[in-house]
């Protein structure tokens, strides 16, 4: 629903996909169920890039269920004593 000033539209959902074509036009895969010319607003999802963030790496990897074993105490085999300090020159 969207408000224009003391006006209120109702707006329905269609979901459809399309192509992007060579001169940047929008072409979508099937006619949209509109009867006549309609005045619309258009969102574009874009998929992401192939190549996955670290950031969403780790995000991922800290949620899946897949390294639940890690909290098993049996897991915590090293402490704050273990190691050296880290001393970063770079």
Do not use: C
């Not at 408000?3 to 459809?16: K, R």
């Not at 996909?17 to 979508?28: E, F």
């Not at 909290?71 to 970063?88: R, V």
């Amino acid at each position: 629903m969207a408000t224009l000033g003391h006006i209120v539209m109702v707006m329905n959902e269609i979901e459809t996909a399309g192509v992007v074509d060579a001169q940047h036009q929008l072409r979508l895969d099937r006619p949209l169920p509109i009867a006549g010319q309609s005045r619309v607003r258009v969102i574009v999802l874009v998929p992401e890039e192939a190549d996955v963030s670290e950031t969403a790496w780790t995000k991922t990897a800290a949620t899946s269920p897949a390294f639940d074993f890690l909290k098993d105490a049996a897991e915590d085999i090293y402490t704050a004593a273990d190691g050296k300090p880290f001393g970063d020159q770079g």
